[in-house]
């Protein structure tokens, strides 16, 4: 194989690699980008004001400490989300980049049984699958959909689940520990390498029409959701 | 050059050179996205630019290295000298690379990756290459010659056992 056979071999290897992207959520995802660049600004305005909200803030934290305080403890600050858990006993989930690797869906697992939710984190499609459905009577129906923008009406999951929304560092999602049905957890499948992008609808990726990240109820069980 | 035109002719050349040099699909159509969302924020200068193609690479490449420096502080990464996740050599059945030919190209040390990448993919001459990369053109010669050796003992190895 001379030189020209061989660089001919090596461009015909990736000759079918097309590109998915169309030009319009370039420039969507730019302008995004140009948005963001503009918030330090903004801030910098804003920064006398927003110390005197701080101090506000602060002030009430300090004398309303059981309102305000975690449960845990504990703002867990990882590698591609935080968990946070907020003054109304809810769990904020943030995620920052997108998730590749199964050690991340493992700290963000092991993140929310320490908050108190029992939940199963796997890639869609990699199910655990000592995991079954949580049926709720009278309906008997698996309750599980992907989460969409806009809530989950007649679910079960409405209640657990806030809507997701977008916050100012990142993409979100809030959990409501309170509401899950005595005896079930949560299973929460994520797309691998679908780009959670701060800015952007979370947990749908501008544009596509794939749920990125799937939530369902199961039953409850140390080999599940871990308690 | 209007942006829509260039993104159309350009985007899947652009694509193919930071896979060779990064290995894995899902991560260079991410870091290229980002790049043309970078060429678009700044089109101004970038479509003046002599190789926009050469940018908009050069912006994908320097992404994936900083996106590696910041998973290295925030996780622990088991290869610290790859500066991409793992190929997906051998992946799904109908996935458009030829896997045999893309692990020879991981095996390739990553600068002679990126000469490959700028080189063969883009097709850029030995001095743009040298610019783009901020190395002498010599070096990139020099890398560029090791890498044809390297791949073609790797894709040939019933020739290595031939009796001489």
């Known amino acids: ?227 | 050059l209007d942006f829509a035109e260039f993104y159309r002719r350009s985007a899947d050349e652009c694509l193919r050179a930071v896979l060779v040099s990064v290995g894995d699909l899902d991560t260079a159509q991410d870091l290229v996205d980002e790049a043309f969302a970078r060429a678009w924020g700044s089109w101004r200068t970038v479509g003046r630019h002599p190789a926009p193609v050469a940018w908009v690479v050069r912006t994908a490449l320097n992404s994936n290295i900083s996106r590696w420096r910041r998973r290295r502080r925030e996780i622990s990464v088991p290869d610290p000298g790859m500066l991409a996740d793992p190929p997906m050599v051998g992946g799904a059945a109908d996935s458009p690379i030829d896997p045999r030919i893309m692990a020879a190209l991981m095996r390739l040390p990553a600068r002679q990756r990126q000469v490959v990448a700028l080189r063969l993919i883009l097709d850029l001459d030995t001095g743009r290459t040298a610019e783009v990369l901020g190395i002498a053109p010599g070096t990139v010669m020099a890398h560029l010659g090791r890498a044809l050796g390297a791949l073609r003992e790797d894709l040939m190895p019933e020739r290595q056992q031939e009796p001489s």
């Open chain 1, 1 to 227: 194989m001379n030189d020209n056979e061989l660089i001919t071999t090596v461009r015909q290897s990736v000759a079918d690699v097309h590109t998915i992207t169309p030009v319009g959520q370039i420039m969507s995802r730019g302008r995004a980008a140009r948005a963001r660049r503009r918030i330090p600004v903004l801030t910098g305005a804003l920064g006398v004001a927003a110390a005197t909200v701080l101090a506000v803030t602060t002030l009430l934290t300090a004398s309303h400490p059981a309102a305000s305080h975690p449960a845990s403890g504990h703002d867990a600050r990882l590698a591609a989300f935080a968990v946070t858990r907020q003054a109304d006993g809810s769990i904020q989930v943030s995620m920052f980049h997108q998730l590749r690797d199964a050690a991340e869906l493992q700290q963000l697992q092991g993140t929310l049984r320490a908050d108190g939710i029992p939940a199963s984190v796997t890639f869609i499609g990699q199910q655990n699958p000592a995991c079954q459905a949580y049926r709720m009577p009278p309906s008997d129906q698996p309750i599980s959909r992907s989460v969409r923008q806009g809530g989950f009406p007649n679910s079960p999951l409405s209640g657990v689940l806030g809507s997701p929304f977008q916050n100012p560092v990142g993409d979100a999602m809030v959990i409501h520990p309170a509401a899950l049905p005595r005896g079930s957890g949560l299973q929460i499948a994520v797309m691998r390498g679908i780009p959670a992008r701060p800015g952007g609808p979370w947990p749908y990726p501008k544009g596509s029409g794939h749920a990125v990240v799937s939530v369902g109820l199961v039953n409850a069980s140390p080999q599940c959701t871990g308690s």
